[in-house]
């Protein structure tokens, strides 16, 4: 990998006492950012959807530590982890994982927006209807973000939500009259137009929190780099015949391991710097500008308002009131 293009973040932040939510991180960057916050002493929850391989993360994350720590230290210094089951296809699991959050978690104080899917071959909908890149990638976090912010409100003066977004949204636009692709689905258009929603869901949130006077809550977007994982498991149907191939050969030249791309995430995570800043993009552990669409000035607000459309809450409320209304679905 060539070195210019990964920074290992070395920074000895301690979490003792802190909760922490990833969601995804059964595999690849979703688990080595696990494994960093629980090295740092927090309280992890694996939110996934695949029960099996979060029992085989969880042990995995238990047995070895990161790289930049020995095995002794890791041991001595841990915190502590759980497993809750979350399905981002489904809203009603969003709905069933928050509450169960609310219910046995005495704090949330980082959610790390981490799962994902790309690059689908054919045209999917969820059993809510929508698009089922866009729901695994934005709409689910969208919601679970809305409904664990009271927690993290009253949680402390210093709460983070992550959006790992990727670079990928270069290439994106919304149609916002057809959000869900119906009438010009693409596998890499949706996912670059998921990725692109993340970081303008980081922009708006950003905004409302800020318009509602609430304080201690940041949030941030990040590109991770590119990193081969298995998000892009469906690339030689979806894209072309020979794509894992090509990838498999070309990606080694600039690519990161999972560890190496979880970095952004964890300094987004912890860094004590960026506890003063909120609503920007991230790449290689520093602000970065992101592309084209991203810096749209409308795009932010109309997102939010198709969002908030396809989970049945009314845009036009105040954000006190979407969230109350949120809330009340899951109770």
Not at 109 to 127: M, S
């Amino acid at each position: 990998m060539l070195w210019f293009l990964n920074k290992m973040y070395t920074s000895k932040v301690r979490l003792e006492g802190k909760t922490v939510v990833v969601t995804g991180a059964n595999s690849g960057i979703g688990r080595e950012t696990a494994r960093d916050l629980y090295a740092r002493g927090a309280r992890v929850i694996l939110a996934c959807r695949n029960m099996e391989m979060a029992n085989k993360a969880l042990k995995d994350i238990k047995n070895n530590p990161p790289s930049r720590i020995n095995k002794d230290e890791y041991e001595n210094n841990i915190g502590e982890l759980a497993i809750y089951s979350l399905d981002l296809r489904s809203l009603k699991s969003v709905r069933d994982c928050a509450k169960n959050l609310l219910m046995n978690e005495a704090a949330i104080h980082i959610l790390i927006n981490n799962a994902g899917v790309a690059t689908y071959p054919c045209y999917e909908k969820t059993e809510d209807g929508n698009e089922t890149t866009l729901q695994v990638n934005h709409l689910g976090h969208f919601l679970l973000t809305l409904l664990l912010l009271p927690k993290m409100q009253k949680s402390s003066s210093n709460c983070r939500i992550v959006n790992v977004s990727s670079l990928a949204h270069l290439f994106a636009d919304i149609d916002f009259d057809d959000i869900n692709l119906e009438s010009s689905y693409g596998p890499f258009k949706s996912y670059a137009q998921s990725k692109l929603a993340n970081i303008l869901f980081t922009k708006e949130l950003a905004r409302k929190l800020k318009e509602a006077d609430i304080h201690g809550i940041n949030v941030y977007s990040l590109h991770p780099g590119i990193i081969p994982t298995r998000i892009a498991r469906h690339g030689d149907r979806a894209l072309f015949p020979g794509f894992t191939f090509c990838w498999n050969m070309f990606t080694p030249f600039f690519h990161k391991n999972a560890e190496e791309g979880a970095q952004t995430t964890i300094y987004c995570s912890v860094d004590e710097e960026v506890a003063n800043e909120t609503g920007l993009y991230y790449s290689n552990c520093g602000i970065a500008t992101p592309y084209r669409m991203a810096n749209k000035h409308q795009y932010p607000e109309k997102l939010w308002d198709v969002s908030c459309r396809l989970l049945h809450l009314n845009p036009k409320e105040d954000f006190i009131t979407i969230l109350e209304t949120a809330s009340r679905q899951v109770h």
